[in-house]
């Protein structure tokens, strides 16, 4: 198993990152702290503007979503609603002997990368697994010591090579390769079966367990159950808290949503792939609220059916969750396109139905093809940049019953709608609600027919008999995205190298970090030609301060142009802007005029420095 | 004690705070929690604005300073290393009897909130504090067995009351009304002295004990003691941890500073005062490396003198710590005034000799005047916003012992400098250095003399000989915001009502929320005269779509142009602006022009909507 091709890539760019002040691990001179991350200088910058950009193009380009930033502790009774505190579990297993923990999910993957397993698959028959006891004997005597000395081959060989034998005898063979390393870690078969091996030592691992994902703190002077408090594993729950008090104090009217941006925590047991599984990530999401397709329908007579892809257009009052949770996905999408991942770098995973949770009606995952994103089915689908979810009304819902709190909010247009409603129309609904929610009791929570179907009719009692009154409880449309993931995602795209070749046939191989002008981290450089002219850097400057007020510039002059632009372009500065002795009027039609070189292909242009300011702000914003 | 006036303002500014969505208490429908504070929709954009203004002002208007943007949790050790571990505790004493916590500096200040220490000292004599049995007797039974019910006075009166007796005999009276309730929550005078009561039940305090402050989590899959992780008490000490890997990638010589923003976290045991004394909050820290002042003399002969106080003007090679120290206090003041808090609202503490820790040379504290804030000595003097300390080299030092890592920099013009002076100066600095040393060895780590100088000698020697080649610690000047305390000291200072009496005499208080424009959530909101006209509506939205990209846009057609003038009033919004039948050409020369209504003085003024953009920018930025 070689080092895959891509990992070469993910290695420079993690180089990159450290060089040139993007991202360091946290703590470094301590020896780092697993699955934390830092941002220098330049990326911090970088996240500063995605963070701008996703604010901006959900608060102040839009009339219909309002801000949030609520505290990162938040009492513990919500993850205890949310059903975070119960299931947002990782199956663990715990080997016996090197007390090393493992995901259960990740077992497989684990057991690939070891040097033990390695050298067994070179050993035996890779296809059938099947075994020659000479070759066991001596593998276990000799390298699986040193490397899995806690295998049941290592620690007993004879007894567990007969026993090897005996079922092969029987005519049991391991089915595949992984069932060839159940069989290597058991000695003889017991009641409980095959025993499976740890990753790094070769012991038996316990059953898998669960293991909360939740970062565990305490408040106030003691440290009692009582004062518990989480660090919140997600955002999200914050909006749904507070949207009462949003709702009353802000000039809003579902549909409209609350977004937020904010660190989150969770105790990944492997944290992996450099920002992309991290125990400390920042998270940008929207809770967008709408009226539920009943009220849509007393309304407006129908619920707008949208095709199944493509923008939906402009939103429509009678939209209803489907529509909505179509245009979600495809103003994300937008989104992205718009700060420079085209959408032939995404990739789309539609949660089956057997994948959503009970409450949730849609998801559809942004994914987006990192370096180290894994083929599957001949195709890179890629990794998570962000979640689009359709999650009813369970939020509010679970809100509303654990702090005895009404979450609703009142319609006035609905109850007036509803009123007006033959009564044939408002069974056919009820009947409809009840179907459907019958349903999922019966698929998603597992009841009895007739028990589902009794539970969907208080529900539906309960829901119309508000509804009739112009209340009820809005659904939810939540698009997701992890900031880390997303910068770490324009890194990747943004990577590239350019090698020339001089006139003495040398040559050099440059990166170059393609960012969109939207992100980049400076903007634009403004370079002197030379330092030691007073009249040069004394009108360098005055354009460096003409610029600085509207955009991070940066300002060199230090080495030759040539060099200043290679460290603009690993910097990813999309433009460099040069003053020279034209621009002080040695030719006197081009004073006051400067230089503006493009990054991606070298390109120059010659610019009055009245101009300036707005040809860089068309492009930089 | 009656309730004092300013309580009656802040309480005014709390609930319109919760009424207009700039702050709620976190997790409310759960009943809050304690410390805790979520930012609603203009609190979020105000806090947004802040941390614009500051990052803006400290990055992109210098050269000198780039950005980092750390983790919340790093490891463990650096916390050894900065001494949070060993000290960073509050004395805290523990109520034997009903188990409160009560942190010693606030035992007073509870003290004289409690109604028991009121009703007893209505009852007795203030000034000489002088008791009579009889009443004192008759509280017990009475009033006091409620309101005290742990007192000895109360629990064993008779006992009590003779013993006081006694003492008075003896000639010993309580001095103050501090002793006066020691007195009373002592039965007798053992081995340990009086008995301090517990504010809350008057049982007995344990003797003060200490405290940390940092919240603790464990990270990784087993919560052992090896993998306890705190969530960050301040943003500083990452800066000095990653000051290698910054100087290393960025173009950054000394001096020169790196910023923060993030949040921390502070377990106070008694958060208070609103926002301003909470659990988690946000801090905008700079660390700005200096040469050493040695340095600063080899190079330019002598170190520059400042005046002790004004702004010393643009920084000069020659300055020292002291013109640097002095510097950033002068530019934090002006950062200050430039959003809208004018220096007569700030006070300012300098930190005494005897206040400062070993390795802090001056601390300046810049304070607000906040309504909470106390009256000493005949004057308010206002509560910290920010402290700006010059700190030596001791961080980067101590994490230079506790890494092992070399964090020191090296710098060709000192190593040339230095060896180019006469033997005589090194020796006279040498003998000023280990003068110093001594000074502080003596004072501040209460060492002897002759330990001290000898310390200070060694110190010398490493030092110089480091210098000799160029190579020293950078020296650290730390401006540190509060940026919660500063989004409140906004709120507080924006604060104003206005009483309007109409015609028929009937008068109406409401109020106007005075943010400077730079810092106010929104900056401006366009009003169409009517909702029900379509030109109108058509040219209002043309209007906002206009100003939308570059500022946060309120668009509000709800109500009476009175109503929506006073809602801004309450939001802040410092501009307002009106497209009325006039801008659609009613009056031919007024066509395409609006209304702006300034909020500070309703003063109005007619502007065209080309030069609009413009006038509003000037204004906001």
Request: proline content about 6%; some cysteine; hydrophobic content about 40%.
């Amino acid at each position: 198993m070689a080092e895959p091709k891509e990992n070469v890539l993910m290695e420079k760019i993690v180089s990159l990152c450290k060089r040139r002040g993007f991202i360091f691990q946290s703590s470094e001179i301590y020896g780092g702290i697993n699955g934390f991350w830092d941002y220098g200088p330049l990326g911090a910058e970088l996240k500063r503007n995605l963070r701008d950009a996703w604010w901006h193009s959900m608060m102040r380009e839009r009339e219909d979503v309002v801000g949030l930033d609520a505290s990162i502790i938040m009492h513990p009774m919500i993850w205890k609603a949310s059903g975070h505190v119960d299931t947002f579990a990782d199956p663990m297993s715990t080997c016996k002997h090197c007390k090393k923990l493992i995901r259960a999910d990740q077992w497989w993957p684990l057991m690939c990368e070891q040097q033990w397993t390695q050298s067994l698959a070179a050993l035996t028959e890779p296809v059938t697994n099947r075994f020659n006891t000479g070759d066991l004997l001596k593998w276990a005597k000799g390298r699986g010591k040193q490397l899995a000395p806690n295998l049941a081959l290592v620690r007993n060989p004879e007894v567990t090579i007969s026993w090897l034998v005996q079922e092969a005898e029987k005519g049991k063979h391991p089915a595949d390769a992984r069932e060839f390393y159940l069989y290597l870690a058991t000695e003889q078969l017991g009641a409980t079966g095959f025993i499976t091996p740890c990753p790094h030592c070769g012991g038996e691992l316990t059953e898998p367990r669960p293991f909360n994902l939740m970062l565990q703190t305490h408040y106030g002077p003691v440290a009692t159950d009582e004062n518990i408090a989480y660090l919140r594993p997600e955002t999200a729950q914050a909006i749904f808290v507070q949207f009462k008090n949003v709702f009353d104090s802000s000039r809003v009217k579902v549909p409209f949503g609350i977004g937020q941006i904010g660190k989150a925590f969770r105790n990944e047991i492997t944290p992996r792939n450099f920002t992309f599984r991290s125990r400390e990530f920042e998270q940008m999401e929207l809770e967008f609220f709408i009226r539920p397709d009943e009220a849509v329908e007393a309304l407006h007579g129908s619920v707008a059916t949208v095709p199944s892809q493509g923008h939906p257009g402009e939103p429509q009052p009678n939209w209803g969750w489907q529509a909505w949770h179509q245009y979600w996905v495809e103003e994300r999408v937008r989104f992205y396109e718009n700060i420079g991942l085209p959408r032939a770098t995404l990739g789309f995973h539609i949660q089956q139905p057997n994948e959503l949770a009970h409450y949730a009606r849609a998801t559809v995952d942004i994914l987006y093809k990192f370096p180290f994103s894994k083929e599957e089915d001949g195709e890179v689908k890629g990794d998570e940049l962000e979640g689009i979810a359709a999650r009813g009304d369970f939020d509010l819902s679970q809100h509303e019953k654990f702090s005895g709190k009404p979450l609703g909010v009142f319609d006035e247009e609905v109850r007036a709608a509803w009123a007006k409603l033959p009564d044939a129309r408002k069974q056919a609904m009820r009947e409809e609600f009840i179907e459907a929610k019958t349903r999922t009791g019966i698929d998603k929570k597992k009841l009895t027919p007739a028990d589902a179907a009794e539970a969907a009719r208080k529900e539906a009692d309960a829901f119309f008999e508000k509804l009739a009154k112009g209340q009820f409880v809005p659904h939810v449309i939540e698009p997701s995205a992890g900031l880390d993931r997303l910068t770490l995602a324009l890194i990747c795209n943004a990577y590239s190298e350019v090698t020339k070749t001089d006139d003495k046939g040398k040559s050099e191989t440059t990166v170059v970090m393609k960012f969109h002008p939207r992100v980049a981290p400076i903007k634009v450089a403004v370079l002197p030609l030379l330092k030691n002219k007073p009249d040069l850097v004394k009108k360098a400057q005055a354009v460096r301060d003409l610029m600085r007020p509207w955009m991070n510039v940066f300002y060199d002059d230090g080495g030759s142009i040539g060099r200043r632009y290679a460290r603009q372009d690993e910097a990813g500065t999309p433009f460099c802007v040069t003053i020279d002795f034209d621009t002080l009027g040695e030719k006197p039609d081009l004073l006051d005029t400067v230089t503006v070189r493009h990054r991606d292909d070298g390109r120059q242009e010659r610019l009055t420095i009245g101009e300036l300011l707005n040809w860089l702000l068309a492009r930089v914003r």
